[in-house]
Nanobody, 123 residues
Framework: QVQLLESGGGLVQAGGSLRLSCAAS????????MSWFRQAPGKERQFVAG????????NYADSVKGRFTISRDNAKNTVYLQMNSLKPEDTAVYYC????????????????WGQGTQVTVSS
C-alpha cells in the first residue's frame, strides 16, 4: 500500500519560511518523479514543483521560482519543499505527489497523492 505522508505545514507570517516534508512508503521511491501541488479555497489544484529521481531535472511554477526549493533524499524516501519569502497568496493545502514522467507530472498526471498539509500565510 502506497503512502505519501506530508508534514511541516502551519501558520506563518508573510515573509516567513516553512519546510514541508513528504515521507513515502510502499513504492520504489527512486522510480518516481516527486512533486508538490497546492490547492487554495475555491481554486483548482496547481503544480508547484517537481524533481526527478536523480535531481537533475527540477521544475517550478512561475509563481514560486526563486522562493521555493524542492529536494529529495532517496535514502530516506523523502521529498522536501523549502518555502521562503512566503506570501498570503501561498495559502493553500499542499499535496505531495508521485508520477512517472516530468512532462506528465507538470500536467497533473499523477500516480499517487498524499493527504495534504495546510499552509496559511498571514499578512
Amino acid at each position: 500500500q502506497v503512502q505519501l505522508l506530508e508534514s511541516g505545514g502551519g501558520l506563518v507570517q508573510a515573509g516567513g519560511s516553512l519546510r514541508l516534508s513528504c515521507a513515502a512508503s510502499g513504492l520504489t521511491f527512486s522510480n518516481y518523479v516527486m512533486s508538490w501541488f497546492r490547492q487554495a479555497p475555491g481554486k483548482e489544484r496547481q503544480f508547484v514543483a517537481g524533481i526527478t529521481w536523480s535531481g537533475t531535472s527540477i521544475n517550478y511554477a512561475d509563481s514560486v521560482k526563486g522562493r521555493f526549493t524542492i529536494s529529495r533524499d532517496n535514502a530516506k524516501n523523502t521529498v522536501y519543499l523549502q518555502m521562503n519569502s512566503l506570501k498570503p497568496e501561498d495559502t493553500a493545502v499542499y499535496y505531495c505527489a508521485a508520477g512517472d514522467r516530468v512532462g506528465e507530472v507538470v500536467r497533473g498526471k499523477i500516480n499517487y497523492w498524499g493527504q495534504g498539509t495546510q499552509v496559511t500565510v498571514s499578512s
